[in-house]
């Protein structure tokens, strides 16, 4: 058994109710190896925030546990190096069972979700409330999910939304005992989150997506009033970086995302952390591509990463100041 206190990490409950009193995000930022965690650090470091290092199920297979420990110990210490000791939760981004639940806790991980939304909605509390009870033996933190988001990203898919039902979420939160909840309002998984034909063309001839729910999101609030929200496929696919990568060989077709200020105004409410992962594989992929068109005999990895990881810094210091708000909370 490992504390993740042992390893200067902290659990989500502070960093949500500084973020909703503030009026700002969190940002989830996804990472499975060292280019990335460097990246995250480096952006969350200069800009003062506090940051969710979000690992899938996926991310752990491809990583190793005991690996992706270390790696978020030395986060930490990383932060410090560079001179700012800024929050870090290590959380499990979709679990979908107790067993891989228990297995993070265990190894170290501050937060937890526990994703039974593809569930019957007994079978979903049932099985979030044994996650809850389990970690909260540790204070470990965990999130819970109502709704479906439509779309592909690792190992999580499905074909169709299902909005919240904003009438279930004051029973599920009584019932499970969760920390925060993540729910469905028109967010989606991966790149293609929507297709052409459910956009809309703005005066500059930019596809741009049905908006947000709102309402939903408001009528939730209404229920649990100062419960923490969060916000899964929130990538808002930079349009700049799609076409680098299609103009050195990719082939991204319709990679439509969600529109920035929709997600900088769900910030403003009780949303305190907003899951961003495709954004990122974006502009990692749009560098790399770019250097191996550029410099095709090169074939040091450091060369192509190296500026790869650079980029990806300089989009999620854009993330944190512009979207998310959180930039500057951290002393």
Known sequence: MVNYKDLGLVNSREMFKKAMEGKYAIAAFNFNNMEQMQAIIQACVECKSPVILQVSSGARKYA???????????????????GVNI???????????????????????????????HLPY???????????????????????????????EDEVQAEHHTYTRPEEVEDFVKKTGVDSLAISIGTSHGANKFKPEQCTRNA?????????????????????????????????????????????????????????????????????????????????????????????????????LGPARDALRELYKHKLVNVLGSANTVE
């Open 204 to 304: 500059d001839g930019v596809l741009v997506p049905p908006p947000l729910r709102f309402d939903i999101l408001k009528e939730i609030e209404k229920r649990i009033p100062g419960f923490p929200i969060v916000l899964h496929g929130s990538s808002s696919v930079p349009q700049d970086k799609v076409a680098t990568i299609n103009k050195y060989g990719g082939a991204l077709k319709d990679a439509i995302g969600i529109p920035e200020d929709q997600l900088r105004e769900a910030a403003k409410s009780a949303v305190c952390k907003i899951n961003i992962d495709s954004d990122g594989r974006l502009a990692m992929t749009a560098t790399i591509r770019e250097v191996f068109a550029q410099k095709p005999a090169e074939f040091d990895p450091r060369k192509y």
């Open 87 to 117: 929050p870090i939760v290590l959380h499990l981004d979709h679990g979908d069972t107790f067993e891989l639940c228990k297995s993070c806790i265990d190894m170290g991980f501050s937060s937890v979700m526990i994703d039974g939304s």
């Open 64 to 82: 190793n546990q005991t690996i992706l420990r270390y790696m978020a110990q030395g986060a930490v210490e990383y932060a410090k190096e560079l």
């Open 122 to 152: 007994d079978e979903n509390v049932a099985l979030t409330k044994k996650v809850v009870e389990y970690a909260h033996q540790f204070d470990v933190t965990v999130e819970g999910e109502l709704g479906v988001l439509a779309g592909i």
